[in-house]
């Protein structure tokens, strides 16, 4: 095929990076003695943080005015007379124009007749300074159409590195149909992406490998942290920086201020000087030191619930900072001017959760709603077996009955059935938090200023759908010369006992706080995550439709990975800091993974198949039949999880219209082996992970994948301020035992006078609290920026009608399941997710508008 023949009619739109809709048209064919002139057109991004700030934006750009790019067209076919790879084309290009937000430059090309098709340009940056290159479009060939290579890259310049970046077009291909031009440089980008193992990673690199979690900690100290990979302590792997190795302990890497991930991982300018990129970095690196000062006694609690809602409504005074307006400018939001001048003023904002209802957070049907339509609706299970018992070893950690009996149950339930009845309904449910926390109970206690223990929490379904709490089990095993401790609370009508109740809820939503954030949250989206993005940038080509379809789902992930690494779950970070796990955080983290993590159960149907939330139906709608039918986030998981597995289905099959295909796919099949054997290395011989033999196995795979990346990572995520902004809702920690352990005559005496005393005390301190409280609003927060599930339509999909009207659907299926819930949410009927002052459940509707909404599912893990 000539050059002319390759080229697609592109429909104008000004949305130049995404839109590029190429269709197939008529186009004039020269003879063998023609030859073609086009022109081509980079567009260079002009960002604050790139090559034009460092060295002053004028005296650059007038630096830019000369031959300042070194362009080769490669061709997709081999010469046919040597069956070698045709001479590329090469050129300089010009700067012609540039604005404050970008530079344009050409460059002529004489393209010889039988060149062929355009498969690559190959760019060498001449710059002294990295270039980030927006398209490079190819225009004024006969038929009048372009053709536009999206490239939305970093380019190192030469200088630096002599490899030349190659950008391949918009056409997707399976390695088997690689055109034979394109076969070596497609093989050599993916040697340059994998590096060689060796050397400290640079700012500038574009090399994806694996190392361990071995950098949370700083060896030798109170800081000191066990390595998270590895047969003790199983792990994802993380992206290896190359970092040198700590002297006191050689399997721990340094630690720094700036933390490498592959170059083009990074948040855009855009993202990067608003909340989500430089308000984070402000908030944890400027505006909580300002609170130690101004809070200088870190255990220093509330002593009133009116000091509580002072957050709201009179804030936080802070001492002004030396960078004038330095907080106000990145955290409008958060902090304000003092009238007088002197301080600045950290003023939140109120949680919808409590501007709805003030009073929501202490009641006990609230309480049992957030399990099904709250921050943390994955943790929440059916009962199975009766009676509730523990699998430790009572050797160690005592008696392994649970003291919530059939009597004391049935007692609750007010004879309505018996407990065999109650199983048999599936009427019986549980947060259980029992057998993970109870190996760090006595670590925990060690650690001044916080507490653990093992809790079971048991709910009962009404007849209205509802859950209603029945019983909190509360567990400390032996330690020392003291047996185990356990004790049962019940909702009750004196005085006494409401109050321990109130205090066993707070300590049970301590523990589903850190485990929401540790594992839920962390564990199963972001850290699960980032091995799936190092494989497929190592092992598939970027020109492969499956890289394609997946990079969406891949953007930001690992920044936000590599900022948490730095801020919030390292030794001594906000995590270790405010939740009740204290130091020992991520090895709960770890003791989940392993336990309880594995691939093919991450699946929404599967999850909720695993938990007893439901149970496989062919004859109800999405295959399933909720065990609970007013789950809200099933409800709406469900729609969202069918319409994933639609659009990725339309997808592959289009791929791999011969089923044979998938298992013979060297990239896809090289980057699944990855991810178990590497990514995942520590469970790579378990037996469940699906092997990719059909196009079957290859949606399931990919619609798990996506949907933990936006569906699962969005209800978890973005209503952290709504319910957690209002701490006493969800308290990270709790920081004292129940009064009725081992109980002092002070304690007492306290209790039986100001029972509210000892519940503030209990909560998170000042410094705890404000500090959690001002992170979660940033991520909560959606960036300018956000990319949503089915929003925009990549630029390699609209060179594919199939694919382009396979994407219509998806994005038409999305809008409707925002209409669905919009119904949902105006329903009387269905008392989890309407009521009286009830937030309405839209943490899974598809799209929403920047900032603090409550509502908005990314692609991405990128926040």
Not at 246 to 261: F, G, Q
Not at 633 to 648: E, H, M, P, Y
Not at 722 to 748: H, K, M
Request: charged share 25%.
């Amino acid at each position: 095929m000539d050059i002319d023949s390759q080229l697609q009619q592109q429909e104008p739109n000004s949305n130049a990076l995404f839109s590029h809709r190429v269709h197939p048209c008529e186009v004039l064919k020269p003879s063998d003695d023609d030859q073609v002139t086009i022109k081509a057109v980079v567009t260079v991004t002009v960002t604050a943080g790139g090559f034009l700030s460092t060295i002053g934006l004028t005296r650059h750009l007038e630096d830019l005015g000369g031959q300042t790019f070194l362009l080769e067209l490669v061709s997709a076919d081999l010469d046919p007379k040597t069956g070698k790879e045709k001479e590329t084309i090469k050129r300089r290009s010009q700067r012609v124009s540039r604005d404050v937000e970008e530079v344009i430059y050409e460059s002529e090309f004489s393209i010889p007749a039988g060149f062929g098709e355009i498969g690559a340009v190959q760019v060498e940056n001449e710059h002294d300074k990295e270039i980030y290159i927006q398209t490079i479009d190819l225009t004024g060939f006969p038929n009048g159409s372009t053709l536009s290579i999206p490239c939305t890259s970093w380019v190192h310049s030469k200088h630096y590195n002599a490899q030349k970046r190659v950008f391949f077009t918009n056409k997707s291909y399976l390695p088997s149909e690689t055109p034979s031009g394109l076969k070596r440089l497609r093989e050599i980008e993916l040697q340059n992406l994998r590096g060689n193992g060796e050397g400290e990673r640079k700012t500038s690199d574009r090399i994806y490998d694996y190392d361990t979690y071995n950098d949370l900690g700083v060896p030798g100290g109170n800081l000191a942290r066990p390595v998270l990979g590895g047969k003790e302590l199983p792990y994802p792997r993380r992206c290896r920086t190359g970092r040198p190795r700590t002297e006191k302990d050689p399997l721990s890497e340094e630690r720094s201020t700036s933390v490498y991930i592959p170059r083009d991982e990074a948040f855009s300018e855009l993202k990067h000087l608003t909340f989500s990129g430089k308000t984070l970095k402000s908030v944890l690196h400027a505006l909580l030191p300002q609170l130690e000062t101004s809070l200088v006694d870190r255990n220093l609690g509330f002593p009133l619930f009116k000091d509580i809602d002072s957050l709201f409504n009179e804030g936080v005074a802070l001492p002004k900072p030396k960078t004038n307006g330095l907080f106000r400018s990145v955290i409008p939001r958060l902090v304000e001017a003092v009238s007088d001048g002197q301080n600045d003023l950290l003023l939140f904002e109120t949680p919808a959760m409590v501007d709805r209802d003030q009073f929501s957070w202490c009641r006990d049907e609230e309480f049992s709603r957030q399990t099904l339509a709250g921050l943390n609706p994955f943790s929440i299970e059916l009962v199975k077996e009766w009676p509730l018992k523990s699998k430790l070893d009572p050797e160690i950690y005592g008696s392994p009955e649970s003291l919530i009996t059939t009597e004391l149950v049935e007692k609750e339930i007010k004879g309505f059935m018996t407990v065999d009845e109650a199983l048999n309904k599936k009427k019986l449910f549980l947060l259980d938090y029992h057998d993970l926390l109870l190996p760090l109970v006595n670590k925990v206690r060690d650690i001044e200023g916080t507490t653990l223990y093992g809790s079971r929490t048991l709910f009962f379904l009404t007849e209205n759908g509802t859950l209603r709490p029945v019983a909190i089990e509360l567990t400390r095993p032996p330690t020392g010369d003291k047996p185990q401790w356990k004790e049962v609370f019940v909702p009750c009508w004196d005085a006494t006992g409401c109050w321990l109740w109130r205090l066993a809820k707070a300590h049970v939503c301590a523990h589903d706080s850190g485990y929401h954030q540790l594992v839920i949250h962390w564990l199963r989206t972001h850290c699960v995550t980032e091995p799936y993005i190092i494989a497929a940038n190592r092992q598939m080509s970027a020109m492969h439709p499956i890289y394609r379809l997946l990079q969406p789902h891949f953007r930001y992930t690992m920044e936000i990975n590599a900022l948490a690494r730095e801020s919030l779950i390292n030794a001594g970070g906000v995590i270790e800091s405010s939740f009740s796990p204290g130091k020992y955080s991520m090895e709960l983290s770890s003791a989940a993974y392993e336990q309880l993590w594995r691939f093919d159960m991450e699946a929404l149907p599967a999850d909720l198949i695993r938990r007893g939330m439901a149970v496989e139906d062919s004859t109800a709608k999405h295959g399933l039949k909720l065990t609970i039918e007013d789950y809200p986030f099933a409800n709406d998981g469900l729609i969202l999880w069918d319409a994933i597995i639609k659009w990725v289905s339309d997808y592959v099959n289009h791929y791999y219209q011969d089923p044979t295909l998938v298992e013979s796919d060297q990239e896809l099949q090289a980057w699944w082996t990855e991810v178990r054997t590497k990514g995942h290395e520590d469970k790579k011989d378990e037996p469940w992970w699906p092997v990719l033999k059909t196009p079957v196995d290859l949606v399931h795979v990919l619609t798990t994948i996506i949907w933990v990346t936006s569906g699962h990572h969005a209800a978890v995520n973005f209503g952290q301020y709504t319910y957690a902004g209002y701490f006493p809702n969800r308290p990270t920690i709790a920081r004292t035992n129940v009064p009725c352990e081992d109980p002092s005559d002070e304690v007492v005496k306290t209790f039986m006078a100001k029972p509210e005393t000892i519940l503030l005390n209990c909560f998170p301190s000042k410094i705890q609290a404000t500090t959690v409280m001002a992170v979660l609003d940033v991520l909560s927060t959606h960036s300018p920026d956000e990319e949503y599930i089915g929003e925009i339509m990549e630029p390699s999909w609209t060179e594919n009608p199939v694919i382009m009207d396979a994407f219509e659907c998806f994005k038409n299926n999305l809008k409707e399941l925002e209409g669905i819930i919009n119904e949902r949410n105006a329903d009387t009927n269905l008392r989890n997710r309407v009521g009286a002052g009830v937030v309405p459940y839209e943490l899974l509707k598809p799209f929403s508008k920047q900032g603090l909404t409550g509502m908005g599912v990314p692609n991405s893990i990128s926040i």
